[in-house]
C-alpha cells in the first residue's frame, strides 16, 4: 500500500471523526474535550485499520480509498469509546 492511501486514509478518518465529535458537542451542554480527542484518535485508526484490511473490497472508492469500510471503521470504533466513557464515568 502506498503511503499516499495512508496519508489519504489518516485524513478522511480525521475529517470524519473530527466532524461527528464536534456536532455532538455542539448538541450537548457540556464540552467534553477529552472524549472528542479519544473518538477523533480512534476514528482515525479506524478508518486506516479498515483502509488496510478492507481495501478496495466493499462500496465505492474515491481517491483509491474505500469509503464503505473507512466510515464503518470510524463509526466502530467512536462506538467503542462512547461505550467504555459511559461504562467508567
Not at 480512534?42 to 462500496?59: I, N, P
Not at 481517491?63 to 461504562?87: E, F, H, I, N
Amino acid at each position: 500500500m502506498s503511503l499516499s492511501i495512508i496519508i489519504s486514509s489518516i485524513l478522511f478518518g480525521l475529517i470524519l471523526s473530527s466532524l461527528v465529535s464536534f456536532l455532538e458537542m455542539s448538541l450537548s451542554k457540556k464540552q467534553r474535550w477529552l472524549l472528542a480527542i479519544m473518538e477523533i484518535t480512534l476514528g482515525t485508526l479506524g478508518a486506516v485499520s479498515a483502509q488496510y484490511l478492507l481495501a478496495g473490497a466493499f462500496g465505492p472508492v474515491l481517491l483509491g480509498l474505500s469509503v464503505v469500510p473507512m466510515t464503518t471503521g470510524v463509526l466502530v470504533m467512536m462506538g467503542l469509546v462512547r461505550y467504555a466513557y459511559s461504562k467508567l464515568a
